[in-house]
């Protein structure tokens, strides 16, 4: 896409400084009506990577200014001087950049002067960096990996005036694929990467890690049993989570060794990773439980190898672990200051949270990362906010709080899906490098947007709206229909731009993925995935090892796919008529309650037999907990009884955490707390306190091993069942909800297909199981049946209501409702 104009001047100043320090920075005209005005500059003897990257300015400065741009040999006292300090020893920058030290290679400056500008880094790859963020600056753009995605303005004028020295909020940025990508891939992922400063100065290597140590060490593994753990009395020497006798001092001698070798043999690598086999099967003899937990055991061999590594002369040296699994809870010896722990942010045991495992490692002296997990293709599938992704405000929240708890190394897996998270990678790659960004999300968004679809923005800002994971997208047949809609108007609107026709049409694509997984086509989602495997809109590589759970027995790619790529324009517009034709959109308004809730006591709601919660859980991938509301007549006493535990094979999760939260308090923490419940699937007694009257918010979690809650009868306590909070209830379930008098139609959401849903006279309107799940449900509200409590019963869906207040209670006088509707419907 070419963005044109006539004059651009950009204005750039160090961070911080006053307006008319800004204002002092020299001026300086790079190109002017189609004539050079400044040549790039490189060193006489620049290495090879500085000069290709000197030569990528001078190309797209061209394509920019449509003029030739000469690439010159030269002191870089004038014109566009690309390359390292050390390449321009006369320039007076006033900086002293150090190439030598790991966390520092990615700085670069960009200055103007009198005479041109520096484009000055640390190392070759900070030249780089600069480079492609002086582009940026211009208005260059790489969205997504690929040409369609390319936006390169043009320009008739330019003049810059700038002076940022640059470097990376976190030493080490990756979004990689968890399954990797497709050979046919590869050149665009590694482009988008290098032209949004995501490659990295500083590789930390946390992988699992130990059966790399075995295959490289097979000999002497072999020859020594008594290295391998101990489980269930035998010596473990085959499988594939393979662990060590770690107590044992020959091994460990036998590890640090081959640790030694690794880092002499690759003098330039910055770390190496002791991280264990994924799985359980620890070591069970006496020494090594004498160490303590399996932490202190993990944490034990990365000392040992970080403190031998550094006795090298080969200079600073690192060893990466993750927090994760059975060696994320906090060790109980200190950590080697060249350790990096990256905390991951899922599969903890122990019943912390992120931010205690953070914490806890951190308060034993480690240096800390996180690893976090932005899409994984078997908890989303590639579908509308499935993923952390998706959720820009996600990004623009936790990477801040990380860096604001000492985290300093970020790792995102990731897919090849940047049709459902494509912006959100884009978005967490400049928050990545420069906190403040994420003040500015609604702005890079709307950057996003207006350059990568001009004429269409509006529409493909619906389209983005609908996907958007903050927004709870509902996989149905009316969200499909809307979002073909949206691209149908962006594409009628874009009729005279190419570029946006060929954006569009990839999301159409992607839109055709979303239906056939509505229409639950395992088989068709599989080959729409293939067909359209070079767009990246959906992770291919990453569903094809998946396919035997969705029911495909397939061995090899089917002979009848081999040559099929992509789409025509003819049947790309075919999908996209027949898809609107084939979704009509739910036709009811959603209704929006407020969270201030209060007792529906003074609407003197008829008795009704009282229901059934079912039990509850933390849902998988949630960082937050179960969340109920209840209600403090006066400060006091929350007697409960709870039992953990309810799956055993999730055991190993931790004791049930309790916190209670006061709506009125003046700060964030919780008003009191209880973690003594035990995953035994014992039933115990718990009190928690408050000092504050009025609504209060119980947060349960759990680790996902699901638990039972009790209160006393007629407590008020109720269950919230929005787009975004769906009640995690496993198990049959029979609640109450409210009408509110003047409701037309009792509208709502279920993923599953199961109960019945009676109105206030205990009449059968739907049966839960006749709705084409998942999807909507409309029920007219007739005559006298609003204003009271209707009932689903011996339900298992997760339900959603949205044309009534989304709050499900035991009965009526455990129901709390929002203010406003008590208000109004009070006598």
Not at 166 to 192: C, D, K, M, N, T
Not at 222 to 246: S, W, Y
Not at 669 to 679: E, G, K, L, N, Q
Not at 771 to 796: C, H, K, M, N
Request: glycine share 8%; aromatic share 10%; charged share 25%.
């Amino acid at each position: 896409m070419i963005q044109r104009g006539i004059v651009v001047f950009l204005l750039f100043g160090v961070p911080g400084l006053p307006l008319s320090a800004s204002e002092a920075v020299p001026r300086v005209l790079i190109e002017s009506g189609g004539g050079v005005s400044q040549p790039v500059v490189v060193a006489a003897d620049s290495p090879p990577r500085v000069r290709a990257a000197a030569e990528v300015l001078a190309e797209y400065l061209a394509r920019i200014g449509k003029a030739e741009v000469p690439v010159v040999e030269g002191s870089g006292a004038t014109g566009l001087a690309v390359g390292r300090a050390a390449d321009f020893p006369e320039l007076a920058t006033g900086l002293v950049f150090d190439a030598d030290d790991p966390l520092r290679r990615e700085e670069y400056l960009l200055r103007s002067h009198a005479e041109g500008v520096w484009l000055i880094g640390a190392s070759e790859l900070a030249v780089e960096h600069a480079v492609w963020d002086f582009l940026y600056r211009l208005g260059y753009r790489q969205f997504f990996p690929g040409e369609i995605w390319e936006v390169v303005p043009e320009l008739t004028e330019l003049q810059v005036a700038w002076d940022a020295v640059e470097s990376p909020a976190f030493h080490a940025r990756r979004i990689w694929y968890g399954y990797g990508p497709l050979p046919s891939r590869v050149a665009g992922y590694r482009q988008w990467l290098a032209r949004n400063r995501v490659a990295q100065g500083f590789r930390l290597h946390s992988s699992h890690y130990y059966e790399a140590i075995l295959a490289a060490n097979r000999e002497a593994f072999d020859e020594n049993p008594e290295f391998f753990a101990l489980v269930d009395g035998q010596r473990r020497t085959t499988g594939n989570d393979l662990k060590f006798c770690i107590s044992n001092p020959e091994l460990r001698q036998l590890v640090v060794e081959h640790a030694c070798r690794v880092m002499q043999a690759e003098p330039e690598r910055d770390s190496i990773s002791m991280d264990p086999s994924d799985g359980g099967n620890w070591c069970e003899c006496p020494p090594c439980q004498e160490m303590g937990g399996i932490s202190n055991r993990v944490l034990t061999l990365a000392n040992e190898v970080a403190d031998a590594i550094n006795r090298l002369e080969s200079g600073t040296r690192y060893v990466g672990m993750y927090a994760y699994n059975e060696h994320s809870p906090p060790p109980s010896i200190r950590v080697h200051p060249r350790v990096i722990v990256s905390a991951t942010a899922g599969f903890l045991r122990g019943g912390f949270t992120l931010e205690e495992i953070i914490d806890g490692w951190q308060a034993q002296g480690a240096v800390m990362g996180v690893y976090d997990y932005f899409s994984v293709l078997p908890w989303d599938w590639d579908l509308p906010g499935r993923a952390r992704a998706s959720r820009p405000s996600y990004l623009a929240d936790s990477l801040p709080d990380f860096y604001a708890r000492n985290v300093r190394f970020h790792d995102a897996e990731s897919s090849d899906n940047w049709g459902p998270n494509g912006l959100g990678y884009y978005v967490a790659s400049r928050i990545l490098w420069d906190l403040d960004e994420a003040e500015r999300v609604p702005e890079i968004v709307d950057d996003f947007l207006t350059r990568a679809f001009g004429p269409a923005r509006e529409p493909l800002a619906e389209f983005y709206r609908l996907i958007d994971g903050d927004n709870h997208p509902l996989l149905s047949p009316s969200l499909v229909g809307r979002m073909y809609r949206s691209l149908a108007e962006g594409r009628q609107r874009a009729a005279e731009d190419p570029a946006v026709r060929r954006r569009i049409d990839e999301l159409i694509s992607y839109t055709r993925y979303v239906e056939w997984k509505l229409r639950d086509e395992q088989g068709a989602a599989l080959r729409h995935a293939h067909r359209i495997r070079d767009g990246g809109m959906v992770h291919f590589r990453g569903m094809w090892p998946w396919r035997q759970s969705q029911g495909l027995d397939w061995e090899t790619i089917p002979d009848a796919w081999q040559d099929e790529s992509g789409y025509t324009a003819d049947e790309t517009l075919e999908i996209l008529e027949n898809g609107i034709r084939d979704h009509p959109v739910a036709q009811f308004t959603p209704v929006t309650f407020s969270q201030n809730l209060v007792p529906a006591t003074p609407l003197n709601l008829p008795e009704v037999p009282t229901g059934n919660l079912g039990d509850i859980y933390q849902r998988h991938g949630r960082q937050g907990g179960c969340e109920l509301y209840t209600w403090f007549a006066q400060p006091g006493e929350l007697p409960l009884k709870v039992t953990g535990g309810l799956i055993a094979h999730y055991r190993d999760r931790g004791n049930v955490h309790l916190q209670l939260f006061a709506d009125g308090s003046p700060t964030d923490a919780a008003v009191d707390s209880d973690r003594s419940i035990p995953p035994d699937g014992q039933e115990r007694r718990v009190v928690l306190r408050s000092s504050q009257q009025g609504l209060h918010r119980l947060e349960l979690r759990d680790g996902g091993d699901a638990s039972r809650l009790v209160w006393q009868d007629d407590w008020p306590m109720v269950l919230s069942c929005t787009p975004g909070s769906p009640p995690p209830v496993r198990g049959a379930w029979t609640l109450y909800f409210y009408v509110p008098r003047g409701t037309e139609v009792v509208a709502g959401f279920v993923d599953h297909a199961s109960g019945q849903l009676r109105d206030a006279d205990g009449n059968e309107v739907l049966s839960l199981a006749q709705v084409d799940a998942p999807g909507y449900f409309t029920i007219p509200v007739p005559e006298g049946q609003d204003g009271r409590l209707w009932q689903v019963e011996r339900s298992r869906a997760q339900l959603r209501l949205l044309t009534v207040p989304p709050y499900l209670a035991r009965n009526h006088r455990e129901l709390l409702l929002p203010r406003e509707v008590v208000q109004a419907d009070r006598p």
